[in-house]
Structures are given as C-alpha cells and as structure tokens.
C-alpha cells in the first residue's frame, strides 16, 4: 500500500468536498450513506469549510476525518469519526449508552478498493478512538444497510460484531441500518 493515513487540515475544504462528492456517486451510495449526490453539490463552499474545520485536527475534537492520501498527494479514502457520550443527543441511530465513537462517512475510490486502504483506515480510527480523552471511549459503532453485504463483509473481518440492533433507514421504514460494535480490548 503506498498511501500515507492521515487527520485532514482545516484548509483541505476542496478536497474533503471532492472525495464526499465522489463518494455520493458511487453506485451503491444510496445503501452506504444518508445524503445525496444532488443534495450535496448544492451546499455552499462555507459548508465544506465548516465541516473540514470541525473534522480536523483543529476542530474541538468530537470530529475526526482521516484520509489515506495518495504520493500525487490525491485522496484515496476517507472515514470519519464522531464522539459521542450518554448525555449527547444522538446524531444517527440509537443514543450513546457509554461512550464511544461513531464510524460514518466510510469510502474508498474503486481502484484503491482491495489495496488495504480500508484496513489502514480503520486501524488508524480505532487507534484515535482508544486515546480519546476522559472519559475513556467503550466502543466504536457503526451502522451498515441491511442490504450493503460487502460493508458488512469488511465490518465482520475487521472484528466488528453485530449488536443486534437497527433502525429503521431515514426515508424508508422498511429498510434498516444494522448497529455494529468494536469494543475496547480490556
């Protein structure tokens, strides 16, 4: 793998744009993420300012978004990381019963699929989230659409399990996201 992991900077709002634009446009960006490609080319460049600055190493530490940069210094692929506490309201699924992080926002460009890109993200983002500090973070969850086999394939090796519970998709009260948890080595 020749790519570099690393925490976004606060000046880096184009490229964060970029790969999330890319990333809508994928052909399974409907089962993978709760936006829209239409949706998100709308939203002004203060907004992606706003949201490279508060997932930066800059922001107030309740964002993380890393990015496995290319030596051409192009982006191969991202995730994000929210901590969320038992007394936060709940951005996505269930409120927060420990603390914890959230993994969303997972892509990977296609040709950088199979590279161990995805490995290296997650292994960088489970290593952040043990170091949030105090208090200490339990777990790190994720959700994952029912119907996203090859996510949940990837969750499942990586060691994340299911939890056995879900939601119900935003939009569709037929389709549910399914909670999947890391828990921290003791």
Do not use: C
Request: proline share 5%; charged share 30%.
């Amino acid at each position: 793998m020749d790519y570099s992991i690393r925490t976004i900077r606060a000046d880096e709002w184009e490229k964060t744009r970029e790969i999330r634009l890319a990333a809508l446009q994928d052909p399974i960006a409907h089962l993978a993420f709760l936006d829209t490609y239409e949706a998100a080319v709308e939203r002004p460049d203060a907004f992606w300012k706003d949201r490279a600055e508060g997932s930066s190493e800059s922001g107030d530490g309740s964002v993380l978004q890393f990015v496995a940069e290319a030596p051409d210094g192009s982006w191969a692929g991202t995730i994000t990381l929210l901590v969320e506490r038992p007394s936060d309201e709940a951005r996505f699924g269930e409120a927060a019963k420990v603390d914890q992080t959230h993994i969303v926002g997972v892509y990977v460009r296609p040709e950088a699929r199979g590279t161990g890109v995805i490995d290296a993200l997650f292994r960088a983002g489970v290593k952040w989230s043990w170091t949030v500090p105090e208090p200490a973070v339990e777990r790190v969850r994720l959700y994952v659409h029912e119907e996203n086999a090859r996510a949940a394939a990837f969750y499942r090796r990586f060691g994340f399990v299911a939890t056995g519970d879900a939601v119900a998709v935003p939009g569709d009260d037929t389709a549910r996201e399914l909670e999947y948890e890391l828990v921290r080595p003791s």
